[in-house]
């Protein structure tokens, strides 16, 4: 079935430091992929998405690129803050279902 | 504009007891979800609905019932609580490609 992959955490970032979170995913046809943010007691916020092959979606310094040949969406900063300590989940749309991964928590120290 | 709303906020139940869990959105938006989220995990998907009085079982539907009689409320209805069904509810609205979350009920069943 469809199911998403990401990288289990936690991770520790010093601030200005590089981000990434791999995310891989397996989906018969062709999904629309999704990063979606969780700070502490509140639902999911969407962070960025891309609905087709080679689509960049970006938000707030992250982004992520749809590749279709490794089925993969890896999100990247290049600069964190402390701000951006919190839980990200990659998440496939597929038909009228979300498919959410398990969660990455991040916490960036100053 | 609220965006969506759930009710309660923290609920203890006994094992065997009943209760409904509120979701009210009034973005009018026709697609809602609930969601449970275990510690450490992802969302799972557990019921969803396209519009008022179509509902349909998402990933882990065992236990729990909804309903949809009007486009703003989706409730959930736990009918014999049991311990596995302690965790964090979450529901959200869909409008296009993003999806709207509430800020989630936290549910124990001792």
């Known amino acids: 079935g469809d199911s998403v992959t990401q990288m289990e955490g936690p991770v520790t970032l010093s601030e200005e430091a590089f981000l990434t979170i791999n995310c891989t995913y397996t989906a018969t046809g062709y999904p629309s992929l999704f990063w979606y943010v969780q700070y502490p007691g509140e639902g999911l916020q969407l962070l960025l998405k891309?609905?087709?092959?080679?689509d960049k979606g970006s938000n707030k310094g992250f982004e992520a690129t749809y590749r279709k040949e490794t089925t993969s969406f890896h999100l990247e900063k290049g600069s964190v803050q402390v701000s951006d300590s919190a839980v990200y989940f990659c998440a496939l749309l597929t038909g009228n279902q979300f498919y959410f991964g398990t969660g990455t928590s991040l916490t960036v120290i100053p | 504009n609220a965006g969506v709303t759930q009710t309660p906020k923290f609920r203890i139940l006994k094992i065997g007891q009943s209760m409904t869990l509120q979701c009210t959105q009034d973005?009018?938006?026709?697609?809602m979800y609930w969601y449970r989220q275990d510690p450490g995990m992802g969302l799972k998907l557990i019921y969803y609905s396209v519009g008022a009085g179509i509902t349909d079982k998402g990933e882990v539907p065992n236990g729990y019932n909804v309903s949809r009689s009007t486009t703003e409320d989706f409730p959930l209805r736990l009918e014999l609580a049991a311990p596995s069904q302690t965790s964090v509810y979450f529901c959200?609205?869909?409008?296009?490609?993003?999806?709207?979350f509430g800020p989630g009920t936290r549910l124990t069943v001792l």
């Open positions: 891309a609905t087709k092959a080679d």
């Open positions: 959200a609205s869909t409008e296009g490609y993003e999806q709207f």
């Open positions: 973005m009018n938006h026709n697609y």
